[in-house]
């Protein structure tokens, strides 16, 4: 947790080659890019989805809290060894897939590919969806209890009683479902029935209702995976990239001093 604290939501970070130094920021700011760049380290690493202001304010915190360390504390040496080991692994594997970008794959080596896999290319189900947004998780939990088995026009009378916000979400593709919900839902497969909150703090929650869920037969045209389909490929073929660009290389292993 230390090192994805330090490395994930930072301050001031100046590089030279493999050579950086960490000094506190006296104007913290924080822009679009490092909402960003948190979300995708979320959703990469530990599959999980989060909303923008959510990815603001852990931005934030964090970035407050590493800026308060880095005024009273001075990194150690097998910290700043550690997140040296980070920066070269994330700027080799850049360089890596920069050189497999330079490289064009014959079209009909993706179209073979799209066809010797066509399962892996199946229309996505979609679901059609009701929110009930709560200002409290008490009130959410409340309300699941009360609103198992009835429709939907009852659920939304039941919300009024907690002034809870009812939005018709409407039809959504199962891919643009959050984790865990989209898993929950992928496994139960049914519709007319309300899913257990999802608290998000003490003073935040939600409760879904699907309506419908949609299972959708066929498969996705080619013009649509195709990028996918190039990614896929890339990286079946990293390893060798990597090593291929090491030998042109020519690194030698160097070690300090014990």
């Not at 080991?85 to 994330?90: A, D, L, P, T």
């Not at 794959?105 to 066809?115: G, V």
């Given at each position: 947790m230390r090192m994805f604290f330090l490395m994930t939501f930072l301050f001031h970070l100046s590089l030279f080659a493999i050579q950086f130094e960490l000094k506190p920021d006296n104007n913290i700011t924080i822009k679009s890019n490092d909402v960003e760049a948190l979300k995708s380290f979320l959703l990469k690493n530990l599959g999980f989805h989060i909303k923008e202001d959510g990815a603001y304010n852990i931005t934030r915190d964090n970035r407050l809290l590493a800026n308060a360390y880095l005024k009273k504390h001075t990194l150690s040496d097998y910290d700043q060894s550690?997140?040296?080991?980070?920066?070269?692994?994330?700027?080799?594997?850049?360089?890596?897939?920069?050189?497999?970008?330079?490289?064009?794959?014959?079209?009909?080596?993706?179209?073979?590919?799209?066809?010797?896999?066509?399962?892996?290319?199946?229309?996505?189900d979609k679901v059609d969806i009701v929110l009930f947004i709560f200002p409290n998780a008490e009130d959410a939990i409340q309300f699941y209890v009360k609103g198992k088995n009835k429709t939907l026009q009852e659920l939304k009378k039941i919300a009024k009683q907690f002034n809870a916000l009812v939005k018709d979400v409407g039809i959504k593709s199962i891919v643009e479902i959050r984790y865990p919900t989209r898993t929950f839902l992928e496994k139960i497969k049914k519709s007319h029935y309300l899913l257990p909150p999802t608290i998000y703090s003490p003073n935040s929650a939600d409760v879904l209702y699907v309506k419908e869920y949609k299972r959708i037969s066929g498969y996705k045209p080619f013009s649509v995976v195709r990028d996918n389909i190039l990614r896929i490929l890339r990286k079946k073929t990293f390893v060798k990239e990597r090593n291929i660009l090491l030998r042109q290389y020519s690194l030698k292993e160097g070690k300090d001093d014990k």
């Open positions: 550690y997140i040296k080991v980070i920066i070269e692994r994330y700027l080799a594997d850049l360089y890596v897939d920069l050189m497999q970008k330079r490289e064009k794959i014959d079209e009909k080596i993706l179209l073979s590919y799209y066809y010797d896999n066509k399962d892996k290319f199946k229309e996505d």
